[in-house]
């Protein structure tokens, strides 16, 4: 089914984001994950992509056997800057035959460790482009998602610039976007506010991080520019030695600005899940009573 009918329905949407993993191991645990998370009936379930191509089998495999072995609605992620078109176009026709009918349209990163990388000849430079691509080739076959950034993507010099090149994006066809992570909601709701006020008018679902390893999440936030309240670090900091109570903190933190998000009506809630179960689930028990309705 596709996102888009079921955010115009005005459903509260859940969802939760996997990457494909590297072993077989990991690809148990990952579907073990996801059958613990099938209960709570995620509007959809979403797979990363790896920017340089990577994971373009895995991705597709893990989406393919999510949609197969499961009821959940499965949305894959897309990078394009390290394909050339045709090589988007061939993966996007492999979706539709498989009845993939979402797809997040995205940019991806340029090879950190490879200074001199290029694009191939002709690709998409932005994801903009990709979302063109897909409306010019396959109309309304796929609902398309787009990444934003409550504070700006880092390579954005300010707010301003983020939302021009945002609506870019719902200009040339997407349906809606899921946030970068962030753990001060007024960034979020600055953003949604500005987006507003120049005409954006999709829904924008907030993308929740909970911090259940405070070193790895304060790596992944400082990289793409999510600040940490300076008040979360120190209380962070002082249980370096207490891996338990880090988790149980996080997690404290995320019901609290869930239901804050909540009670300002936002479109939805996505959870970064970092293909675990436990602090989602954890959650979701705590925020479930004060979700709007479901309606699925
Ligand atoms: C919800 C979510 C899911 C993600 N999933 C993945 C994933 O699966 N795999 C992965 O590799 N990465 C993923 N990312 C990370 C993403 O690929 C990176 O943040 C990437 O750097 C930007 O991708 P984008 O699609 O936002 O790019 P774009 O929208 O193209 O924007 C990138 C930058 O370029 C600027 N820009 C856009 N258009 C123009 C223009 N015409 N001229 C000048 N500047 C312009 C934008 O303002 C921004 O600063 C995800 C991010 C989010 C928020």
Same mark, same amino acid.
């Given at each position: $089914? !596709? ?12 969802? %939760? ?10 690809? !148990? ?8 998370? /099938?209960?709570?009936?995620?509007? *959809? ?28 609605? #499965? ?10 078109? +045709? ?22 990163? #340029? ?40 504070? =700006?993507?880092? /390579?954005?010099? &300010?707010? +301003?610039?983020?939302?021009? %090149? *945002? ?12 946030? +970068?992570?962030?753990?001060? &909601? ?14 954006? &008018? ?23 520019? =999510? ?8 209380? $962070? ?16 933190? =995320? ?8 009670? &300002?009506? #936002? ?14 689930? !954890? ?14």
């Amino acid at each position: $089914m !596709k996102i888009s009918d079921i955010l115009k329905r005005g459903v509260f949407s859940i969802s %939760f984001e996997f990457f494909p993993p590297k072993s077989e191991e990991g690809e !148990k645990q990952l579907l073990e994950t996801v059958r613990k998370l /099938e209960p709570l009936r995620p509007t *959809f379930v979403s797979v990363t992509y790896g920017a340089g191509g990577s994971t373009r089998d895995r991705t597709k495999e893990i989406v393919k056997k999510i949609h197969e072995e499961t009821d959940i609605n #499965v949305m894959a992620h897309l990078t394009c800057i390290a394909h050339t078109r +045709q090589e988007l176009l061939d993966i996007l026709n492999d979706y539709r035959k498989i009845g993939i009918e979402n797809i997040l349209a995205l940019r991806g990163d #340029v090879p950190r460790d490879k200074p001199h990388w290029r694009p191939p000849e002709g690709a998409c430079r932005y994801a903009k482009e990709l979302v063109q691509l897909i409306r010019e080739n396959f109309g309304d076959a796929f609902s398309v998602g787009v990444a934003s950034y409550p504070e =700006a993507h880092p /390579e954005s010099p &300010n707010l +301003q610039w983020e939302v021009k %090149f *945002f609506k870019e994006k719902v200009e040339a066809g997407a349906d809606f976007s899921i946030t +970068q992570m962030f753990f001060i &909601n007024e960034h979020y709701y600055r953003f949604v506010e500005m987006c507003q006020r120049e005409g954006i &008018n999709i829904p924008i679902i907030p993308g929740i991080m909970p911090i259940t390893n405070f070193k790895q999440i304060k790596k992944f936030a400082s990289l793409c520019g =999510a600040t940490i309240p300076q008040s979360l670090v120190e209380k $962070m900091e002082k249980l370096s030695d207490k891996p338990e109570e880090v988790k149980k903190l996080g997690i404290e933190f =995320a019901i609290n600005q869930c239901l804050d998000l909540i009670e &300002n009506k #936002v479109p939805g809630l996505h959870f970064y899940t970092l293909n675990k179960s436990d602090a989602t689930l !954890k959650i979701y028990e705590a925020i479930k009573d004060k979700l709007p309705r479901r309606g699925l």
